[in-house]
């Protein structure tokens, strides 16, 4: 009788729990040192999420333009695949974070912000100028 009486209030504390939910993805910032070690394919999109102007200036090489000030980053993502991996940048880190914490609540689960412009040229990542629109 005292292992029914166990057994019963343990489904029942189990019930009180709830459904165990996944947790939900977190904005990951790295370095442009912990960047390099990170692996580009074809699962991986690079967003510098800077002005078109900004980015005609010069941006890292193999970048798409997503701009977030202007607005366009808000309506492109809806249509983005949110299995793939993102690594967003703009010119200080602020734009990118902010960028970043949109695709979270979206639901998109990979999601890294890798900083500045600036620090990412100064550390060695090739770069290029013109277009690249998303």
């Given at each position: 009788?005292?292992?029914?009486?166990?057994?019963?209030?343990?489904?029942?504390?189990?019930?009180?729990?709830?459904?165990?939910?996944?947790?939900?993805?977190?904005?990951?910032?790295?370095?442009?040192?912990?960047?390099?070690?990170?692996?580009?394919?074809?699962?991986?999109?690079?967003?510098?999420?800077?002005?078109?102007?900004?980015?005609?200036?010069?941006?890292?090489?193999?970048?798409?333009?997503?701009?977030?000030?202007?607005?366009?980053f808000a309506q492109e993502m809806e249509n983005w695949d949110k299995d793939k991996v993102y690594y967003l940048y703009c010119a200080s880190g602020?734009?990118?974070?902010?960028?970043?914490?949109?695709?979270?609540?979206?639901?998109?689960?990979?999601?890294?912000?890798?900083?500045?412009?600036?620090?990412?040229?100064?550390?060695?990542?090739?770069?290029?100028?013109?277009?690249?629109?998303?």
């Open positions: 009788m005292r292992a029914i009486v166990i057994a019963v209030s343990l489904l029942f504390l189990a019930g009180c729990a709830g459904p165990q939910q996944s947790t939900p993805a977190q904005v990951q910032n790295l370095t442009p040192q912990q960047f390099k070690g990170e692996r580009m394919g074809r699962k991986t999109i690079l967003v510098d999420v800077r002005t078109p102007e900004e980015f005609a200036d010069g941006h890292l090489d193999g970048a798409v333009n997503s701009d977030f000030r202007g607005g366009a602020n734009r990118s974070g902010k960028a970043a914490e949109l695709l979270k609540e979206a639901g998109f689960k990979y999601i890294y912000n890798v900083g500045g412009f600036t620090d990412l040229k100064e550390a060695g990542f090739p770069t290029e100028q013109g277009d690249g629109e998303y």
